[in-house]
């Protein structure tokens, strides 16, 4: 069902006016028991990693432990329509992405609608992805790699964490914007795609800085670009795929979101820890180290993020017609 940007950003900015339980269910501070912070992906992926780092910050600041589950499958659907299904509560909650954005558009048939059934509840950050390619790939540039592709056809895979992934739709996008012949070749997570790149089994992965820094760092993987308009504090030495490929841009980013109908102040508790989190100096730094532009906001600022994104990556699936495995 395709929706128009006016009615996305009406969901998204609806989806915060929640229906309220009676307050005296709600007389026991928030959080009174362990929150469950549904990750729809394998551990060591860009989105376990920053949901670990946060949640960590929440679980010592807020008394109460907040568990990391790992629901991998069917590129985030798994582990979302767990979530979709859970008292609205604010006791389990969804790791979400831009691959949410993405699934809206690629998945025909899915049984549930992002945006009408997760709330947005607040944002982490965005992280810039990096063209990355194994240290003994004959290529120290993007105008190299380019080169190279055009000079072997058929020779390059591409890694991703699934279909629809972000380091998915950055292989896509370049390789429409250049032409390369590149084959996908999809994982389950972001760790052992980044596996098999470092021992050479595919040529070349669009993934997230959060994920792959310190591969870059201990010089197992070798960076060409990132998916950025600018620089990347974390690899400042590392130039931008634009200045190459006029126009490529993509961004990952990372924030959590609650089934629909989980009470407003519960909802806006849940998004202020997460505001307090971030604004730490540790925490911040630490963001800073994975290449993380921070997010903070209200509920609805997250929501038009989500919906703008929904409207901008579907335009991209529908032109190159890209189908789920």
Same mark, same amino acid.
């Given at each position: ?22 307050r ?11 929150v469950?912070?549904?990750?729809p ?14 949640c ?12 990391i ?11 979302t ?21 993405i699934?809206?558009?690629l ?7 992002? /945006? ?21 790939f ?13 000079a072997n ?59 792959s ?75 800073a ?16 993020l /989500? ?9 991209? /699936? ?6 789920p495995?």
């Amino acid at each position: 069902m395709k929706i128009s940007r006016r009615k996305f950003l009406h969901l998204a900015a609806g989806s915060t006016v929640l229906p309220a339980l009676p307050r005296t269910a709600w007389a026991q501070a928030y959080p009174a028991r362990p929150v469950h912070i549904i990750v729809p992906y394998a551990a060591a992926g860009p989105n376990d990693i920053v949901a670990r780092v946060v949640c960590q910050w929440m679980s010592e600041h807020l008394g109460q432990p907040f568990v990391i589950e790992n629901r991998p499958g069917a590129g985030t659907n798994v582990g979302t329509e767990t979530v979709v299904h859970s008292p609205p509560d604010g006791y389990t909650v969804l790791v979400v992405s831009v691959s949410h954005a993405i699934n809206a558009t690629l998945y025909d048939k899915l049984n549930f609608s992002f /945006i009408r059934d997760i709330a947005p509840v607040a944002g982490i950050m965005r992280v810039p992805n990096v063209m990355l390619v194994n240290p003994a790939f004959p290529a120290h540039s993007v105008r190299d790699f380019i080169d190279y592709g055009r000079a072997n056809p058929g020779k390059l895979n591409f890694a991703s964490s699934g279909v629809g992934a972000s380091n998915h739709m950055g292989g896509e996008l370049f390789k429409a914007m250049t032409g390369l012949d590149m084959t996908h070749v999809p994982y389950r997570s972001s760790g052992p795609a980044l596996t098999d790149l470092i021992s050479g089994q595919v040529q070349v992965m669009f993934d997230s800085l959060a994920s792959s820094v310190e591969h870059v760092r201990a010089g197992r993987l070798r960076p060409l670009g990132v998916t950025t308009t600018t620089k990347a504090d974390a690899l400042p030495e590392v130039p931008v795929i634009a200045d190459t490929v006029p126009g490529y841009e993509l961004s990952n980013w990372f924030g959590f979101g609650m089934p629909r109908n989980t009470p407003a102040d519960v909802v806006m508790a849940f998004n202020k820890s997460v505001n307090e989190a971030i604004a730490d100096p540790k925490l911040k730094a630490r963001l800073a180290e994975l290449g993380g532009i921070l997010m903070p906001g209200s509920p609805a600022d997250f929501g038009k993020l /989500i919906a703008e994104e929904t409207e901008k990556w579907g335009k991209v /699936i529908r032109s190159a017609n890209i189908k789920p495995a």
